[in-house]
């Protein structure tokens, strides 16, 4: 049968947006714990974010890889948008980061080679993640990464095409996007490049409280990397967060090649890794599985149930949003793969 809301005990809030919520609950037939994601659907038609909820139940639909977040239900009712995922308890990489203030070359190393990764898998799928800050970052509990959050992704993206939404976070934005004219993938390389300076030092490498400032420093301010990081550490650095995104490391046909190749991740084997045969350096102190005190207490303080809504204007916008992954129906043996 179909699965829905009634088929979800709420046990807690451990997020909260302009758009809805997200909730850890329980699926009551297997006892399974999981994070569901309301998105309210009047919010998205008014702010034209119908694609973008669309693009981001594709993305984790149609992916199947260790370090993505994947998609188990997606279904709705007049007035909100579901959508089922894994639930991680290791918190994000900003909330380890608050914690730590800096991570070891050896902790970065590890979390910069998942996200390669992952982002070389939605590069060979034609998506561009446009979205890498550490927020969106998750750490399971043993402490391997996924990423999440894919609603600024795009989809269908060529290989010589050109995006020109203005569309990220303002400190990981590459400087093409600031630009206005037209940009590809390298994106996602300026962001990483940005997420290693931040997980090594503490703070991103172009930052100001005012926004326009920030925007300034991201398009000609010097990059100051610390004498204190290692040598192969400073090179990778500077060689993603070139300005010219024709000369930055994966740029073109080579892409995520190329920076697996680096001298900074050659302790890496990639191969091993993608199999998670690679142990994190860092692993979250035991938790049960319904833990949430690796999530801000502002959203876990509250009360954890789902909220009415009025309908949105137009019903026919959602149309097929409606998911159950194959592995959910009782067949494991029957889950579809994407890599």
């Known amino acids: 049968g179909k699965v829905g809301l009634g088929d979800f005990e709420p046990l807690k809030v451990i997020g909260n947006g302009c758009f809805g919520k997200v909730m850890m609950v329980r699926y009551n037939k297997s006892g399974k714990i999981f994070a569901m994601k309301s998105i309210r659907k009047a919010h998205v038609v008014k702010n034209k974010k119908v694609r973008h909820t669309q693009t981001e139940r594709n993305i984790m639909q ?4 260790p370090f993505v977040m994947k998609l188990h239900y997606s279904f709705q009712n007049s007035g909100k948008l579901y959508m089922v ?8 990489i900003f909330y380890h980061l608050s ?3 800096r991570f070891s070359e050896e902790r970065t190393r590890f979390y910069a080679a998942e996200v390669v990764l992952a982002l070389e898998c939605l590069h060979q799928n034609n998506l561009v993640y446009r979205d890498l800050k550490p927020e969106n970052v998750l750490t399971d509990s043993e402490g391997h990464i996924r990423l999440t959050d894919f ?5 269908d993206f060529q290989e010589d095409g050109q995006m020109n939404t203005f569309v990220g976070t303002t400190e990981y934005l590459a400087p093409e996007v600031l630009k206005q004219k037209g940009y590809g993938k390298e994106v996602d390389w300026w962001s990483l490049g940005v997420l290693l300076f931040e997980m090594l030092t503490g703070c991103p490498p172009f930052y100001s409280k005012n926004r326009q400032m920030t925007f300034r420093m991201i398009l000609s301010a010097e990059l100051n990397v610390p004498e204190w990081l290692s040598q192969h550490a400073r090179q990778v650095i500077r060689e993603l967060l070139v300005r010219d995104p024709s000369q930055r490391l994966g740029a073109g046909k080579r892409d995520a090649e190329d920076i697996r190749s680096h001298s900074f991740f050659a302790p890496i084997d990639f191969d091993a890794m993608m199999r998670k045969e690679v142990a994190p350096p860092y692993t979250p102190p035991p938790l049960a599985n319904d833990d949430t005190s690796h999530f801000d207490s502002r959203f876990t303080a509250k009360v954890a149930e789902d909220s009415p809504t009025q309908s949105p204007e137009e019903p026919t916008a959602f149309e097929g949003f409606s998911y159950q992954s194959p592995s959910y129906r009782g067949n494991p043996a029957a889950a579809a793969s994407h890599v």
């Open 85 to 92: 995922m894994d639930y991680l308890n290791g918190g994000d």
């Open 99 to 101: 914690v730590s203030r």
């Open 151 to 155: 609603g600024l992704s795009k989809e």
């Open 62 to 65: 149609m992916l199947n890889h």
